[in-house]
């Protein structure tokens, strides 16, 4: 018999705990108890295993014999029936008479299967002995008596097998169909099964020939829809583009309920990183089914719909990819220096020139040089951004001049041709579009269909008034540039062959017959095939532009790795904050000069998406001739680099030295400590110099005489101020003071390792507001991780309880103090005594005394202070014991929002008391918090604000699709790029969705959308076009330049918008921008209040800073108009309407006890307060005063219906004006009566 698992453990030398003996102490008790909670260990004893393993595989086996001896006997019946087939009279017995079912059954079941082998057998003997022959004599042979041995033998109680014969095995089969008939039966059921089994087969089977006719047809489909990629010499695309396909599909059904779109891939999404893994035809099929297969009909041909137009968005990507790697080239040639810039305004002035001497054809295709976006918004005068349309002659005059021009340029090609070409040019033209259609694989391009808006649209973009562009001055054309013009456009391509030649002439002579009713696409088909004529190499070879170049011309390697020998100490310092910034490949916008992302990406807006290939060749042999740069600029320029790097690294430097100083991470420095340290420099002899320092220090920090503490930025501010007060270079002095303080402080490596240790978490808490898509409770989560992290660590092991709490108005109970302190987040075990409590100044506590004086308050034993306030009731007195810590949480300006508590009152140990060094770290903690937490509030600002500015949008741009707001998030160090996070969603419907959930973009997944990236990466002004849809990505910049968020906005179909939506859209984009900016100044910097509203009801957000810098504007804009402004309104003895209910609705909202009268009701009356007082009423006039009494309803009724195309006419500017006005303060009086009604919630 097998061992018992018990004796099998005590044989393997596995010993149960003892029971020990009666006299245990009470730490061998508890070890007793831990032992015993303990699993038994014979209970997993391998023999277990091995031992069921075997069972297992014996009864695997057993089961497959049978299963084999089971077929085996079903092939041997099937053979038999195939030789010797079934009797059929045995079907005789089978019957529908069902009196008589219960015999036949019994017979055939009974008794006939031995019967009539007997009788068989019988017959068969009296055949052998011929007992039936006439002639025969009498035997002793008794049938009877055979008959009965027989069946006496062959009982089938001894189951005696007998070989059935043909007529047995016809009987069998009947018995069964037989027993099938008796209903309630094992038979009957069973035969039902069997049937239902049988039926269901076949259905499946069906189903299974239907799914295979649907995945054959599916993989068909797939296969013709492969052949409309751009494959490489290989015959094949990258993954990485399938999968891109694959999820952008999502954002095709964004109007599909969220759960469908949830189930459109049963199967995760796999990442691929590299464009190197590639897929053929066979593989594109199976790979696209594999995430498709269960996809509905409708859905499918939606996904291959979506297909063919990223084949298209693909081959646009190469076709640009092209350009793009000549503009780097470009670039690379025209960087003299090699500094990694090129001069903006130089390069701007050359594109005029090329914009100007181009044929009306091609400016069709640029983008006009002189408007946003290749110039900035900010640079657009303001009377022109809110002024009317271009006046109607200047239209007509510039319409003549180009006309003009054409005729010209159409003379000049005509007269290059033979005579008798022009035949010859038409039907070669028809040749070659004929010859293209029937070459060019894929769908047909959709018609176009050119309204007349669109006409006005184009004619619009044609017109260059060059006295409205900010770019004029350094566009004067002299004759040596448009002699160099001539002959870049005259000689220059003279070296390309005589049919490119002849081909252009043919496409300028085609062009010109058209006239503007042409395509968009402005060049011939010869010309356009020429892009296609070269197999794709299979790579995008611009795709990783910005990784490659993303700190090209930002710092001078040699000086850097000569500064980093100088400074051994401070080197692991630097790398490591080197390595947790944020990625590089984000260019600052800069007007004086480019970088090689944002060169290629202006070039790339100006040639627009439909020029041909050759058209670029002139515009790059263009710009290599003319860029020219002096000796002088040459090295302005590289002295230029040189200090911007110079700065970079000593910034560096500095910080480096700031967190040596900061051994426990606390996040400042002692100012009287570090002056200390400083007076001993050189002995002592320039104590002066330090003194004169720190005078200049306070005056730029004046909390400094308050609170005596160095941040980062400060402390770098005071060694800077130092060094200048020092005789000899500064650039010295600054290393000289950075070696003798690196050499003040010496630390152990257990120290540095700590150091970085908490360095490390403290990063976590920023990287958490950075990453998680403006959600406060992560920066929670993460503060409280990193307290818990260094208790355990640095801590001793220490239990401890953390929670914060801010500072809000009481207007709960006011009696009880002005503030009171409300619990917003605590550790989990504590969330059911602390969440969401209340401390009022008149309880218990210290938490109030660390908000007055602004410094930690320790209280080493709770137990003693007498003036502890407990949440937890259910803590016995007795257990109330332990170490409390309240940390103030101060902004930049360091005043106090709210406090951090920690305490040990969980950890029963007697050593709960917090350390110096753990004080400081704590500090930290709170410090990195709220910058944290500021950096969250500030987003959720600039949100607030980007909905406010489009609900201000849409009325005024119905032809604006989408407008999707995404957040830019670094990524977790250096080398990890960064992605984007999808947080607002509004449709021209009116619907509007803010993420609770926002989705997050990488660039890695989304190579079809790769314009999003591109527009962060040059935070630049981006079109494209994806899945036929025009898209304008537009930055939002920091204080830097650099893009920390973006507007992707999608126009449809149209090409562009009208030139009013446009004007309306730059308007918005300006006034965000600029109310972006102030946002992140106000975390920094003491906002200087324009309103009443905005320091009277502490209620300066977001939506009160968009139409606050939007009266800004037109407050100057009015104040530049004068008496002369409003002559032609004047001059209306009865003015249309809208003119007479704009100005009404002015002086009702300066004057409402004008209400009803003759001052405004009577024309005669009302014209005459257009005036200059007038103009200085507007301008100094604030609707968010409380004296102000705004009377909505009635200005609504006034400017309600105000029709867009009736203020753009030529004279009624002023009106316009007067009218934005009227609708702004309005806006500002609604929003600031009530603040949070119309806020949204992030």
């Not at 041995?149 to 018995?175: A, C, D, F, N, T």
């Not at 068909?220 to 751009?230: I, K, P």
């Not at 041909?612 to 263009?622: D, M």
Request: proline residues 4%.
């Amino acid at each position: 018999m097998a061992a018992r698992p018990e004796e099998a453990a005590q044989t393997a030398g596995l010993n149960h705990p003892s029971l020990g003996v009666k006299s245990m102490t009470a730490t061998e008790m508890k070890e007793k108890q831990r032992k015993d909670k303990l699993p038994c260990l014979s209970n997993y004893a391998p023999w277990k295993d091995c031992f069921y393993e075997k069972v297992q595989q014996r009864c695997l086996n057993l089961q497959e014999t049978k299963v084999k001896m089971i077929h085996a006997q079903k092939a041997k019946e099937e053979k038999v029936k195939k030789k010797e087939p079934c009797d059929w009279l045995s079907k005789e017995w089978f019957s529908e008479d069902k009196e008589s079912l219960d015999t036949r059954i019994y017979l055939l079941d009974k008794l006939l299967p031995t019967l009539i082998p007997g009788v068989e057998n019988l017959l068969m003997e009296v055949e052998r002995k011929n007992l039936l022959a006439p002639d025969k004599e009498p035997t002793e042979f008794n049938p009877i008596n055979f008959l009965g041995e027989y069946l006496m033998r062959h009982h089938p109680q001894y189951g005696i097998s007998i070989k059935p014969g043909p007529y047995l095995r016809g009987m069998k089969m009947v018995l069964e169909q037989l027993k099938a008939e008796v209903p309630g039966t094992a038979s009957e059921r069973l035969a039902r099964l069997k049937s239902e089994a049988k039926n269901k087969r076949k259905e499946r089977e069906q189903v299974e020939i239907m799914k295979s006719q649907v995945k054959k047809m599916r993989k068909e489909a797939l296969a013709v829809q492969f052949r409309e990629w751009t494959v490489d010499v290989s015959g094949r695309i990258p993954v990485a583009l399938v999968q891109s396909a694959l999820r952008s599909f999502l954002d095709v059904i964004a109007s599909t309920p969220i759960d469908v779109r949830k189930a459109v891939y049963d199967k995760k999404l796999e990442v691929v990183n590299t464009l190197g893994k590639k897929v053929n035809i066979d593989e594109f099929t199976e790979y696209v089914h594999f995430y498709t297969e269960h996809f509905s009909d409708d859905m499918f041909q939606e996904i291959l719909k979506h297909f063919r137009q990223c084949a298209d968005d693909f081959q646009e990507a190469i076709r640009h990819d092209t350009w793009r790697r000549m503009f780097a080239e470009l670039f690379l040639d025209r960087d003299y220096g090699k500094v990694g810039l090129l001069d903006r305004q130089k390069i701007l002035a050359l594109l005029v020139d090329f914009y100007d001497n181009s044929p009306v054809a091609a400016k069709r295709g640029f983008c006009n040089p002189r408007q946003w976006p290749i110039i900035e918004l900010q640079d657009i005068e303001l009377a022109d951004l809110w002024g009317g349309l271009d006046d109607q002659e200047d239209i007509k005059t510039e319409r003549q001049t180009e006309s003009a021009k054409t005729n010209r340029e159409e003379d000049y090609h005509m007269l290059d041709r033979e005579p008798g070409s022009e035949g010859q040019v038409s039907q070669e033209g028809n040749n070659l579009i004929a010859e293209a259609n029937s070459t060019i694989s894929g769908p047909a391009p959709e018609a176009v269909t050119v309204t007349s808006e669109d006409r006005a649209v184009a004619d619009t973009d044609i017109i260059a008034s060059e006295q409205d562009a900010p770019v004029a001055e350094a566009v004067r054309e002299t004759p040596a540039r448009k002699e160099s013009f001539s002959r870049q456009h005259g000689s220059q391509f003279d070296q390309q062959t005589s049919s490119e030649t002849g081909q252009q002439d043919e496409d300028l002579v085609q062009d010109q017959h058209k006239g503007p009713a042409h395509s968009d696409r402005q060049d011939s088909p010869a010309e356009a095939s020429q892009e296609f004529e070269v197999p794709w190499s299979g790579d995008l070879l611009t795709s990783d532009l910005t990784f490659r170049y993303s700190s090209y011309g930002e710092k001078i390697p040699e000086d850097w790795k000569h500064d980093n020998t100088k400074f051994p100490d401070l080197c692991p310092i630097m790398a490591e904050i080197q390595n947790r910034g944020a990625s590089s490949t984000r260019s600052a916008f800069d007007k004086s000069c480019l970088n090689l992302p944002q060169f290629v990406q202006l070039m790339e807006i100006f040639v627009g998406e439909d020029i041909s290939l050759p058209t670029v060749k002139r515009l790059v042999a263009f710009i290599k001739e003319e860029y020219k740069q002096t000796e002088e600029e040459k090295m302005e320029q590289l002295k230029k680099i040189h200090r911007s790097s110079h700065l970079a690294q000593r910034k560096l430097l500095l910080e480096a030295l700031f967190k040596k100083w900061d051994n426990n991470a606390s996040g400042f420095l002692d100012l009287e400590e570090v002056d200390a340290v400083l007076s001993t420099f050189k002995e002592g002899m320039e104590k002066e110099a330090l003194r004169k320092a720190k005078q200049h220090l306070c005056s730029r920090y004046p909390q400094l005489s308050r609170v005596k503490k160095l941040s980062p930025e400060a402390f770098q501010t005071f060694l800077e101020l130092v060094a200048s007060e020092f005789t000899g270079d500064e650039d010295e002095a600054i290393d000289n003071l950075v070696e003798f303080l690196t050499t003040s402080t010496e630390r152990s490596s257990t120290e540095c390792l700590q150091s970085s240790t908490r360095r490390k978490w403290l990063h976590n808490i920023q990287q958490a507001a950075e990453s998680r898509g403006a959600s406060v409770e992560a920066v929670y989560k993460a503060a409280f991780k990193a307290l818990s992290q260094d208790a355990e660590a640095h801590g001793d092991n220490k239990k401890i309880s953390a929670y914060i709490a801010l500072l809000e108005e009481n207007q709960l109970s006011p009696e009880r103090g002005q503030i009171l302190l409300r619990y917003v987040a605590c550790t989990t075990h504590d969330a059911p005594y602390v969440l969401n409590k209340i401390l009022y100044r008149d309880m218990k506590g210290v938490s109030f005394t660390a908000v007055e004086e602004g410094k930690p308050i320790h209280v080493p034993r709770v137990q003693l202070h007498g003036n502890i306030h407990f949440w937890n009731y259910d803590r016995p007195v007795e257990e109330r014991k332990g170490s409390l810590l309240v940390l103030p949480l101060q902004d930049a300006h360091w005043r106090v929002f709210g406090i951090l508590g920690v305490d040990t009152l969980r950890d029963q140990c007697e050593k709960t008391i917090f350390l110096t060094h753990e004080i400081s770290f704590y500090q930290g903690v709170s410090h990195a918090f709220s910058k944290a937490y500021h950096h969250v509030h500030t987003l959720k600002n600039v949100l607030q604000m980007t909905v406010t500015a489009l609900d201000w949008l849409y009325p005024r741009a119905p032809s604006i699709h989408t407008v999707t707001t995404y957040l830019v998030e670094p990524g977790k160090d250096k080398t990890c790029d960064y992605a984007l996070r999808k947080m607002v969603t509004k449709e021209n419907t009116g619907q509007k969705e803010i993420h609770s959930s926002p989705e997050l973009l990488l660039r890695k997944e989304n190579l079809l959308r790769d314009y999003l990236f591109k527009c962060t990466d040059s935070s630049a002004v981006i079109h494209a076009s994806v899945c036929r849809e025009q898209h304008i990505a537009v930055p939002l910049r920091d204080l830097s330049g650099r893009a920390f968020g973006l507007f992707d906005i999608s126009i449809g179909h149209h090409q562009k918008l009208p030139p009013h939506e446009h004007k309306d859209l730059q308007k918005m984009l300006k006034v965000a921008q600029a109310a972006c900016s102030e946002i992140l100044k106000m975390s920094s910097e003491e906002p200087t209040d324009v309103l009443e509203a905005e320091h009277v009801a502490n209620s300066r957000h977001a939506g009160i800073l968009f139409h606050q810098f939007m009266l800004q504007d037109l407050r100057e804009c009015i104040q530049k108009l004068d008496a002369e402004s409003f002559a032609e309104m004047k001059s209306y003895v009865e003015p249309p309407a809208l003119v007479h209910n704009t100005v009404k609705a002015v002086l009702l909202l300066l004057h409402p006890n004008w209400k009803d009268s003759e001052e405004i009701e009577n024309w005669s009356q009302c014209k005459l307060k257009l005036d200059d007082n007038l103009i200085q009423e507007i301008y100094c006039f604030d609707p968010t005063a409380a004296s102000v009494q705004v009377q909505a309803e009635l200005l609504l009724a006034c400017i309600t219906g105000e029709h867009r195309a009736e203020t753009e006419h030529q004279g009624w500017w002023p009106t316009q004006l007067l009218g934005h006005w009227v609708h702004t303060c309005l806006a500002l009086a609604q929003g600031t009566s009530s603040p949070h009604g119309k806020k949204a919630s992030f």
